[in-house]
């Protein structure tokens, strides 16, 4: 059963994939010009002149690039033949390093030129090598609202000991610090006069806050960590009206002002967002009557403030994701129990984001910091900016260079001097409309670093001689008769012309005249214009078309097609010639009707045999196969007709008393005496298993002979060829070591199972129909209960019954009475 499963599932398969080829083949020879065919994957095309085909034999421009590989030059010359492939071109190539003292390269290739075909996937190696030592740029980004109030001084002391644990992870290490209140309006700030001044109190009332902002740069990224705890421990605080809080607007500023906060190009980009509120989104604004999108811009005065903070909204999740990759921050919510929840969703949107909750009394923020940066450079993701008619796979096996090659973009567990190579597949799923927008620029890269491949992207949606100045493209063209563009070998005709070379004149719904219609007959004795497969335009027959383009009606009045011809498997010609007007014309190599004969007789010989002969001298060759004879009653079989299973001196048969006698010292040699007698080595194995590959190198054999008693013994020998006339001389024989034989059979034990079988079953008998009686007397039984309980009985007499007694009655008598 399962092995007939196997079969059906392949034959199914097969079946798909053929059906895929001929719907492809299809579909190629269906494209018009040379631009919708190189559209069109695996397709290939011909760009002959129109005058230089021949007329006798039909031209599908468009073909299947198998086809063209099958066929060369028979189908188009050469040098005429149009097949864009994908190609690469690497303009940087460094190899990786980390070298102190000079700046890392951690990807490899750094940019290259691609040219990708449409639908046609291309795949490059991508390395990826972390740097010692690389540097990196924190920025502390701090919610300053009252509710803050008991983090602020902890996070002042911990300016030394976040540089401390930061080093230990490199020496190049910059600190920065920034607040953010919210927006100074209603309903985020009571914008009441001596609420703009004095928003709130802190230290038990005793002192007031700060005026109400929206961000601040309070210090740039700098070596200065000591300044840090000065600056944090300065920076006021502040107060608003509602629950949420400003710091997207905080985040998207200190993400874009490069210049201002002190972002290193070279460097990993840390943000590390402290809060205990919420925070606003895009839409919040129009509750203050700000509809203006938030434009990822940089506004900050010289003094450090967000000065569009009431000219724009805040901005969009999507948007802070964007400029985020686009700038290589990577953010870590360190955020209150409170609202862990909220920023596990917000990071979920935010790619190269991590939240990690601050402890009652902040201790926990330099470890937070400290495990988030490991993860960071112990693991690399590859994103890309591809656009959205590219395609991008990523496959690696990480540090497994044995393991399976799977589609992942992420590999964990690395150390400095790891190499990861991803394999990045691309693939161009559409053309553009806009042909400015076949030349493209993206992006491969690390999340988190500055470094990546720059592709150089050019879709190739059009041929070369699509194109004017190109050889191929010719105007008022002499094949054309001056009517006409000849492009990539057709006659783009002009205006008031028409057909191949547009020698017509006119357009092809023109009235036909009598003149021209005699001209698309083959003689007079016909009247059927263009043999009834066609129509006849200025004077020339015109063929139909088929609904399947491949199969096409030419010749001078449409008489000869390229399909009717016979097939083989299912195919015409065999899928090895071509059809040319009912007769196959076949490819070197092959002949016949079918075109499925090899012209050729290398294929009956052995391979690697000296002097042999053609199908070993006892058969003919026909089509490349051997077709054994059969002489004095023995046919000979095998691929070169060297087997002979039926013949009375088959290698088994000779072998089988010498094995069996020097093997078991059983069968007629022993009894005869004769077992010193066979000359050939045989060894004793505990198996003998068959090896296709090398079986077939060494010509060996597996036997399978009855010997004595019953037994079974398999044994393999092993032979070559001695010389021309096909004699073999066997030099090795393995024996299994044990025979298989039948088990002898117990005749009491036979008898006893006879007779208990036949007690057992007698009583099975027995106790079934005892058990149906049962049931059925049951049945019987309840049936006559239920009827008597529905009956209706009366009392009555029956008038046949007459009483043993008479009584009468003396009609004077009177019973006597007692006053």
Known sequence: MTHWTFILVWIRLFSLVFCEYKDL????????SCGSCVQTPRCVW????????????????????????????YWCRIADVIDTVNSMVLVE????????????????PQRIQLNLRRGEEYRLTLKYSQADDYPVDLYYLMDLSASMDKHKDELSELGFQLAEAMRRLTSNFHLGFGSFVDKVTLPMTDTQADRLITPCYVDYGRKPCASPYGYKNQMPLTENIALFKTQVKEAPLSGNLDRPEGGLDAMMQTIVCT????????????????????????????????????????????????????????????????????????????????????????????SGSSVGTMGNKS????????????????????????????????????????????ERRECGGLRVGNIVEFEVALKAVDCPANSSEWQQT????????????????????????????????????????????????????????????CECEGNELGARNAATLEECKPNNETSEICSGRGACKCGTCDCARRPNPQEVFYGKYCECDNFSCKRSGGLVCGGRGKCECGTCNCLPGWGGETCDCKETNSTCMPINTVNAEICSGRGDCICGDCHCQEKDNVRYS?????????????????????????????????????????????????VVEADSVKDRETGARICR???????????????????????????????????????????????????????????????????????????????????????????????????????????????????
Not at 294 to 300: R, V, Y
Not at 332 to 341: G, H, K, R
Request: hydrophobic share 35%; glycine share 8%.
């Open 25 to 32: 083949e299809s579909l190629c020879a269906s494209q018009q």
């Open 46 to 73: 011909c760009s002959t002149k129109v005058s230089d085909t021949n007329a006798s034999s039909p031209l599908i421009r468009c073909v299947i690039r198998e086809k063209f590989l099958l066929e060369g030059d």
């Open 259 to 350: 210049e201002e906060i002190g972002w290193r190009q070279n460097a990993r980009h840390l943000i590390v967002f402290s809060t205990d509120a919420g925070s606003h989104i895009a839409g919040d604004g129009r509750l203050a009557g700000i509809i203006e999108p938030n434009d990822c811009l940089c506004h900050l005065d010289k003094r450090g403030f967000y000065t569009y903070s009431l000219l724009q909204d805040y901005p969009s999740l999507s948007q802070i994701n964007a400029m985020a990759r686009k700038h290589n921050v990577n953010v870590i919510f360190a955020v209150s129990n409170e609202v862990n929840a909220t920023y596990h969703v917000i990071s979920k949107c935010i």
């Open 705 to 819: 002979m009855p010997g004595d008693a019953g037994c079974t013994f398999v044994f393999k020998y092993e032979h070559h060829r001695g010389g021309t006339g096909g004699d073999i001389k066997i030099f090795k024989i393995r024996a299994e070591k044990e025979r298989t034989c039948p088990v002898p059979i117990s005749a009491l034990g036979v008898a006893m199972g006879l007779v208990v079988s036949t007690v057992v079953i007698g009583f099975l008998i027995l106790l079934i129909w005892k058990i149906l009686t049962m049931i059925y007397d049951k049945r019987e039984f309840a049936k006559f209960e239920r009827n008597r309980a529905l009956a209706q009985w009366e009392r009555g007499e029956n008038p046949l019954y007459k009483k043993a007694t008479s009584t009468f009655n003396n009609p004077t008598f009177r019973q006597s009475t007692r006053d």
């Open 363 to 406: 201790q926990n923020i330099v470890e937070l910091i400290s495990g988030e940066y490991e993860k960071l450079v112990t693991s690399v993701t590859i994103t890309d900016d591809a656009p959205k008619m590219i395609d991008v796979k990523f496959f690696s096996r990480c540090l497994e260079k044995n393991g399976e090659l799977m």
């Open 638 to 686: 095998g691929q070169y007709c060297e087997e002979c299973p039926t013949c009375p001196g088959q290698w088994c048969e000779e072998l089988k008393n010498c094995v069996e006698c020097t093997a078991y010292n059983t069968g007629p040699f022993v009894e005869n005496g004769k077992c010193d007698q066979c000359p050939h080595q045989l060894d004793i194995v505990d």
């Open 442 to 501: 993206m992006r491969i890269k690390p999340r988190g670093i500055n470094e990546s491949l720059i592709i150089d992207l050019s879709i190739m949606c059009d041929c070369p001689c699509d194109r004017p100045g190109h050889s191929g493209y010719e105007s008022d063209s002499e094949d054309c008769r001056g009517n006409g563009t000849l492009v990539c070998g057709m006659c783009s005709c002009n205006a008031g012309f028409y057909g191949k070379q």
């Open 93 to 108: 190539d460094r190899p990786l390093s980390s070298t102190k003292g000079t700046d890392p390269v951690q990807v490899q």
